[in-house]
């Protein structure tokens, strides 16, 4: 299954994170899901952010438009409460 979505991007890591120093921005993301069997999908997404990062240099600068891309790879697990009419997802993901 091919997932894409639209949406904000709110970095939320603190100095010592590969995020600090990025404003909100938009997001866009797509992922892939791939059903081994009835309950369980390995998923790999792709999140773009498109801040607008501000210049601190000797002279005032216009603010630039950076691309910062998170790769998330994970696992879509599906546990059936009660005769396949409710499920329970779980997405546990890493992203680098």
Do not use: W
């Amino acid at each position: 299954m091919v997932t894409i979505g639209a949406g904000g991007g709110f970095p939320t890591g603190g100095e010592l994170t590969s995020t600090f120093g990025i404003p909100d921005s938009a997001a866009l993301s797509a992922s892939y899901e791939f059903r081994l069997c009835k309950y369980l999908a390995p998923e790999v997404s792709v999140i773009n952010l498109i801040p607008v990062v501000p210049q601190h240099r000797e002279f005032p600068r216009p603010p630039l438009r950076e691309r910062v891309t998170f790769l998330s790879l994970g696992a879509h697990g599906i546990l059936p409460l009660h005769q396949d009419r409710i499920e329970l997802p779980a997405n546990p993901k890493a992203t680098k």
